[in-house]
């Protein structure tokens, strides 16, 4: 088994100066051939994977930091950090470097960290060490200077960094700061300040570590309270100590841990509020404090994962009904601060770290929580719930199965978030955003498991639509009612915006389970009633849901558009658009657009049957004529079926198509109608059949014949327009080698049949009005198959 002192993490530092986990291996030093030269190799412990092969460089900088870390610099903005499970291990990776670069194993940091010019260097080097003034009152100013003359050069940066070090200088400083206060010497305080300032910014773990003491600390916050630049002084330590509490909602029985908690919590507070800003040059100087605070972090949580008693106690009050508000309050904060120090967590340790939760047995407790009152304490819940769901979805999918063999609809968990989601009090429904995307997360098949003994898929659509789909959909059924929306305020139009994108997102990716409850509900028809609000997103989103079931090209979808008229809320959205070119105009002439280019035929029949009457005098796009031109073609084959017949065996030789895969329980549902043919599919009469192959080909070479001639005379009167100094057409001409053509001008017309009318450019509806007559009456030629844009 492998050593486990030699068990390390590998961190990047990041854009943001965040450290990056970058998996956990065993760490080991060797002479690498391609390298030339003696290597740091990491391997990770799940596959035995590189992670990290780095030359020990003699120029390099390595630091070493509480005794477990090992930090240094690859290029100019890539830092790595090597994190030891034991002290042993980095002690002994930390004699090889040293060994490498000829250093003593005592010190914590090997080299200069960037180049400085041969003459200064030369000065620095012939000097033995820095030698710091007495620590006395009356010397701070000459302190303050040498500190910060020393920071731009780090050479002088290190040598006063282990004269600090050494001499136990900032205990003395400190010393002084308690008579500067004392005596009220604000000359005094301000050089204290300029000094401390410049100690964080030496970046040394080492100083950190005296300053982060237990016993210095407060001292260290007190001298940066005397900012020169502010005319009065911060009460930082006031707030620490009065105003910021430690609430400990489960007593910590280790006090090593309870001091880290401390610790770190001072540490964050001078960093984001008691240091000042830092410039851009003296960004990179404090990269220790940060990977300070992120390996405080780490400990944190690991300690407390460790702590069976401590979590134990923790979950038994939070669902215990005797626990008050107030404290059951302090112990979701608790949790959530918890969870969100998880995410500091390599991903191994995150995995154990939320497999501890779920043991713990963190889902009943968010289900108690979520149906308190208080909605400070479920804004908590919802953000700890977030956690988990973005963690691992399958876990919560697979609790709230089981839970609804015990409980009834009303209090399962999913059905507190839908709940919670339509109940949203706040205006812009900041809440209900959140808790749609954890809803579209736990339906999104894409994240679903499959195994050979059970499909979550499977499972879980079935539970989410007999137990949960009916609660998502009662806001949207209790408005839908009449022929406009009951309410249509801006908050409810937003809400029922919001159920309809997860209802768009369920027709996309659930098949025939949406599919059998749109149809068996009738939830289509109240979608359209939405088409009437006065709000435009709410209308559009009801469109884009009817767009999405169109674009399935279902028929059992299109058979119950039909069936239901479906078409008609969107006609009369759009007369009552009226000549307005905006969003709206255009999304539904898009949808219809759509019909006419992928030959829909059901649809495109039922659109030309029952409302060509209102949409024939639409001609500033040609989308409607080339409908009811589809339409004309459409009823040509059907009369002539030996022709249609003979086109498609032509078309199927062409253009094969893979049959489509169909999940198993799908393709049984289908199987119900199977009797039920396809509107206007090519089908061979069945007194074709009997025919030899001379029959069939005889009139199949005479029809390609026929098609030939047409396609170089279409050509001819297509050039002889052009070179008349007719305006070319703006939208696109469709040549098909198996449509006849029509071609139309004002002065004169050569009727072919089978194309009576003209299509506009697909999907580019111009302005109202803005196409002349005698553009929308040039020619066009219909494609069937193929298209060719001139």
């Excluded at 001008?745 to 009727?751: D, K, L």
Aim: charged share 30%; hydrophobic share 35%.
């Amino acid at each position: 088994m492998t050593d486990t002192r030699r068990r390390v993490k590998v961190y990047t530092l990041n854009e943001d100066r965040q450290w990056d986990d970058r998996g956990t291996g065993h760490v080991s030093s060797g002479y690498v051939e391609r390298l030339k030269g003696m290597s740091l190799l990491v391997r990770a412990e799940s596959d035995g994977s590189l992670l990290l092969e780095s030359k020990i460089n003699p120029n390099t900088a390595y630091q070493k930091q509480q005794d477990t870390l090992i930090v240094w610099s690859e290029a100019e903005n890539y830092d790595l950090a090597l994190s030891f499970q034991e002290k042993a291990g980095c002690d002994e990776i930390w004699e090889k470097i040293c060994q490498v670069q000829g250093k003593d194993p005592s010190v914590d940091i090997t080299q200069d960290l960037v180049d400085e010019s041969e003459e200064e260097r030369f000065d620095d080097m012939s000097s033995p060490g820095l030698e710091l003034p007495s620590c006395e009152l009356n010397r701070l100013e000459e302190i303050a200077e040498l500190v910060a003359s020393s920071l731009p050069s780090p050479l002088r940066r290190e040598k006063l960094a282990l004269a600090l070090e050494n001499e136990g200088y900032i205990k003395k400083l400190l010393e002084i700061f308690h008579v500067c206060e004392d005596l009220e010497n604000i000359e005094g305080l301000h050089h204290l300040y300029e000094i401390i300032k410049g100690i964080f910014l030496l970046n040394r773990t080492a100083l950190f570590e005296v300053m982060f003491s237990e016993e210095c600390i407060m001292d260290v916050i007190g001298c940066l309270e005397y900012d020169p630049s502010l005319s009065l002084s911060r009460k930082h330590r006031e707030f620490l100590t009065k105003t910021a509490k430690f609430k400990e909602v489960i007593p910590i029985s280790d006090p090593e841990l309870k001091q880290k908690i401390h610790q770190t919590y001072r540490v964050q507070y001078i960093q984001d509020m008691v240091l000042p800003t830092p410039s851009v040059f003296e960004e990179n100087m404090l990269s220790t404090l940060h990977s300070f605070i992120f390996f405080n972090k780490v400990e944190i949580v690991g300690m407390l994962q460790e702590d069976e008693k401590f979590l134990t106690e923790l979950f038994a009050q939070l669902t215990d009904e005797a626990t008050d508000e107030e404290k059951r309050q302090e112990l979701v904060n608790f949790l959530k601060e918890f969870c969100a120090f998880s995410q500091t967590l390599q991903p191994q340790n995150r995995d154990a770290f939320f497999k501890t939760l779920s043991n713990m047995g963190i889902l009943p407790a968010l289900e108690v929580i979520l149906g308190m009152d208080d909605a400070q304490v479920r804004s908590a819940a919802t953000d700890i719930f977030s956690y988990l769901v973005e963690y691992n979805p399958s876990m919560v999918r697979e609790f709230v199965m089981q839970e609804a063999q015990q409980n009834d609809d009303d209090i399962l968990l999913i059905n507190l978030i839908i709940e919670h989601m339509i109940c949203d009090t706040d205006p812009e429904l900041g809440g209900a955003v959140q808790l749609m995307g954890l809803l579209r997360t736990l339906v999104d098949p894409e994240n679903m498991l499959a195994t050979a003994n059970k499909t979550e898929k499977t499972e879980f659509l079935g539970f989410f639509y007999k137990h949960c789909m009916h609660v998502l959909t009662a806001p949207l059924l209790a408005n839908t009612t009449e022929e406009k929306p009951s309410k249509d305020d801006f908050q409810t139009a937003q809400l029922l915006a919001l159920i309809l994108e997860l209802l768009t997102f369920c027709v996309e990716h659930h098949t025939y389970h949406i599919k059998n409850y749109i149809i068996n509900k009738d939830i289509l028809r109240r979608v359209l009633v939405l088409m009437a609000s006065k709000h435009a997103f709410l209308a559009l989103c009801a469109l884009r849901f009817k767009r999405k079931i169109i674009g399935l090209k279902d028929e059992f979808y299109n058979r119950y558009i039909m069936k239901s008229f479906l078409f008609e809320p969107v006609v009369k959205a759009f007369l009552n658009n009226g000549s307005r070119y905006n969003l709206m105009n255009s999304a539904i002439i898009e949808m219809f657009e759509f019909i006419r280019v992928e030959d829909i035929k059901s649809l495109t029949a039922h659109v030309i049957e029952n409302y060509w009457k209102a949409l024939e005098d639409v001609d500033y796009v040609q989308t409607f004529k080339g409908l009811k031109l589809r339409y004309e073609q459409q009823r040509e084959r059907q009369d002539n079926p030996k022709l249609d017949s003979m086109r498609s065996i032509l078309r199927n030789h062409r253009y094969r198509r893979d049959a489509r895969t169909l999940e198993d329980e799908e393709e049984m549902w289908f199987n119900t109608d199977e009797d039920d043919l396809e509107d206007g599919e090519a089908v061979v009469p069945p007194s074709d059949k009997s025919k030899n192959d001379e029959d069939i080909m005889d009139p199949i070479s005479k029809f390609m014949e026929r098609k030939k001639f047409k396609e170089s005379e279409e050509k001819e009167v297509l050039l002889k327009t052009n070179l008349s100094g007719r305006q070319s057409p703006s939208f696109k001409l469709s040549f098909s080698s198996g449509t006849k053509a029509n071609l139309t001008s004002q002065s004169s017309a050569t009727n072919l049949p089978g194309s009576p009318g003209s299509p506009g450019s697909p999907g580019s509806p111009g302005s109202p009005g803005s196409v002349s007559k005698s553009t929308s009456q040039m020619a066009a030629i219909t494609t069937k198959d193929v298209p060719y844009c001139l």
